[in-house]
């Protein structure tokens, strides 16, 4: 399988296990929460009274109990972009290591999101940033992950600087990868530059197959990406790789692939 639909079958899928973090009855709290005071409190939240809020929280209310599907309070927050409820929560012991029976929890959301507010809230509280969520099909995700599929520079440099594995391995339906095969089979070569600067192991830099040959196979797409390939594979050459012996082999498949005349 090409490695572009890899990694398109992987963010589907993620999608649709996302898809329960929204309620499906008619009332926007009580079909996420069950709990009556929680569901009170985040509605005290959405509209803003933070004194109402407050109040729950002095009765007892526990800001981390689960609702639909596991979603809590806090990835409700950040569904709802409620920055200013998302704080209040992080604020009043919501813990941001906790995550949903189905869908990303509120590590990984943050990491694949465009806005870095929510990353950078949460990372302050010090969380695991190594957090690992196994659903039930057996795929994995963590914050590495998300910031990696989902191509965000700025939430992985985040994570990085918060000292996250750059040799994590992720479990999917395609096998057991390592982050730098994620960046480099779905192409992102200025995420792969990333992990290998931070110092991300790669082995056998002298095997022609190795990550030299997925990133010299990959067809580059418009834009800076053939400046971060080459900055990728000059990378690789001032660390003993053989690039010219990857480069043969892919020329020998192309030649393969073209049709006779």
Known sequence: MPFHLSYAIVIACSILLISCDRPRTQSKYTGMFSNKNVAALAAALDRGDFATADGFLRAG?????PGQCGVTLLKWAMNEEN???FKWLLDNGADP???PSEGYGALSSASSSNDQYWLEMLLARKPNVDLKQTFDDGNDVTPMFAAIVSEKEKNLSLLISAGADVNGRINTWFGNKSLLDWAAENGWFRGLYM???AGAEWHHPTESRGLPFVVLRWKLREGSNAEWRDRVLTFFREHGADVDAAQKIVNEEKDQDRPSR
């Open 83 to 85: 920055k200013g409820a």
């Open 61 to 65: 209310t526990n800001v981390n109990s």
């Open 97 to 99: 290591n906790l995550a």
């Open 195 to 197: 992990l290998l600067e």
